[in-house]
């Protein structure tokens, strides 16, 4: 690649690939390249690859169908997840010229100086290293108003249905003054809420330092008022994070804890480390512990040998547990993973319909919790505007629209929650 060439990129999946391609994005930056919008036509067009479900490999075909028809001249270079387990397969796409893995894409400025134009696909996918990692570089990411922040990679739990541990390697941390450095940068571009973001945020540790090590540090950076954890695995949670959000503001006070299950059985057969009751002990503790906080989960439908009992208490826990929202993903077969060889697959109707229920009874909940936080008055932090109408975050996680004339982008100002509309909207007023 020559400098007066333009690079478009594209990010498929997680917060984590978020926060990945804004550091790659700077190091083009920083060597001089133009970054043109995706939709633009570019000399070389990056995708950051997501694999974690059949629809995540589907939607690099259809990014890159979707080049090749816009912009035939295009070179395409996939990076990440699909690029380290399925190089064989992206090879044979039109126009792929680079196929590099996530152990070689923050490198990827370097690699396409030095592959120019190759023939036939290139792969570059070296194996991980397990030791601590370094990105002295910042992620300044212009698009969003929260800047996610990657402090750590790979995972080494190896739950049956996941490929994760084979996409981006065993469990390693970001050196923690790599970690502060990015995060001032970060403040310093005017973010006032960072996210930490991971694969498995609470295994965090390098040297002496821990995920509680990181918040604290994080919270003692003028300027910042937010620090957000992205989502913790519920064995890992610290044991003094309560207490930490209860008593700093800047913690935000919301947790997605992935339960994936409310069977004991099929938690097992996931070789997820808890039980029901123990994942429903912390979240009691949050709950009662902090005021307001808000409480999310991830939940799988129709990993093999869900019966309609094991459905049943995965309904009746989230329905009746302090949980307030839930994604909710239909089981995936992985190539890499355990669970697919495991027997009992469940009809695709039946996990659409089970799908359904849950993500009613999401809606159901989250209302719920909405209402419990109207009159209250909570700082957020505005995102964007649409048609006079401004729209931003609470700490809780509240999302919050209020009539303003002027432009308060990135302010963080006070709200008193008014209403919720029909459409499970919150609306407020400044005060
Ligand atoms: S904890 Fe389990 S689901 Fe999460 S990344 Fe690790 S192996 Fe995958």
């Given amino acids: 690649m020559i400098k ?57 075909r259809r990014l890159v169908n979707k080049i090749n028809r816009l912009n035939p001249n295009a070179k395409i270079a996939l990076i990440g997840c699909q690029a380290q387990i399925q190089k064989e397969k992206l090879a ?16 990827l400025v370097s690699i396409l100086e030095k592959e120019q134009e190759p023939e036939n696909a290139k792969v570059i996918a070296p194996a991980f290293s397990r030791v601590s990692f370094r990105h002295p570089a910042a992620g300044i990411d212009h698009h969003h108003t929260r800047a996610n922040l990657k402090i750590q990679d790979g995972c080494d739990f190896f739950c ?7 996409a981006r390697g065993r469990a390693r941390s970001r050196v923690f003054e790599d970690i502060l450095l990015e995060a001032r940068a970060l403040v310093a571009a005017s973010h006032k809420e960072i996210v930490l973001t991971g694969i498995n945020l609470g295994t965090y540790s390098d040297e002496k330092y821990h995920l509680l090590d990181v918040i604290k ?10 620090v957000r954890i992205s989502s913790i695995e519920p064995t890992t949670i610290p044991d003094d994070l309560i207490a930490l959000m209860k008593t700093n503001k800047k913690l935000c006070r919301h947790l997605h804890i992935p339960l994936q299950s409310g069977s ?7 070789k997820r480390k808890y039980t029901v009751a123990q994942y429903d002990e912390f979240i009691q503790k949050a709950f009662q512990k902090i005021p307001g906080i808000c409480l999310g989960t991830d939940v799988i439908v129709g990993f093999p040998g869900e019966s309609e009992e094991d459905f049943k208490f995965t309904y009746e826990y989230l329905r009746d547990s302090a949980v307030h929202y839930f994604h909710v993903f239909s089981y995936s077969e992985r190539q890499m993973a355990k669970s697919q060889s495991l027997l009992g697959r469940v009809d695709n109707k039946i996990i659409q319909e089970r799908s359904q229920k849950l993500r009613e009874l999401s809606q159901r909940k989250r209302e719920l919790f909405y209402r419990s936080q ?14 006079g109408l401004w729209s931003g975050f609470s700490d809780n996680y509240l999302k919050i629209t209020v009539k303003v004339d002027q432009n308060i982008k990135n302010e963080s100002l006070p709200v008193v929650f008014k209403e919720l509309q029909p459409a499970g909207k919150l609306r407020g007023d400044l005060i």
């Avoid at 060439?5 to 700077?26: K, P, W, Y």
């Fill in 374 to 387: 109207l009159n209250t008055i909570q700082d957020i932090i505005f995102e964007e505007e649409n048609e």
């Fill in 264 to 270: 004991d059985k099929t938690l097992k057969v996931m």
């Fill in 217 to 226: 540090a994080l919270m003692d950076i003028e300027g910042l008022l937010r």
């Fill in 92 to 107: 044979t796409m039109n126009n792929v010229k680079w196929i590099i893995g996530n152990a070689a894409k923050m490198d």
């Fill in 4 to 60: 007066n060439q333009t690079i478009s990129f594209n990010t498929l999946g997680c917060r984590l690939n978020q926060s990945e391609t804004a550091v790659i994005e700077n190091t083009f930056v920083d060597r001089g390249y133009t970054i043109v919008d995706f939709q633009q036509p570019a000399d070389v067009v990056v995708i950051n690859t997501c694999t974690v479900t059949e629809n995540g490999d589907a939607d690099t």
């Fill in 160 to 166: 049956s249905f996941c490929e994760i541990p084979y």
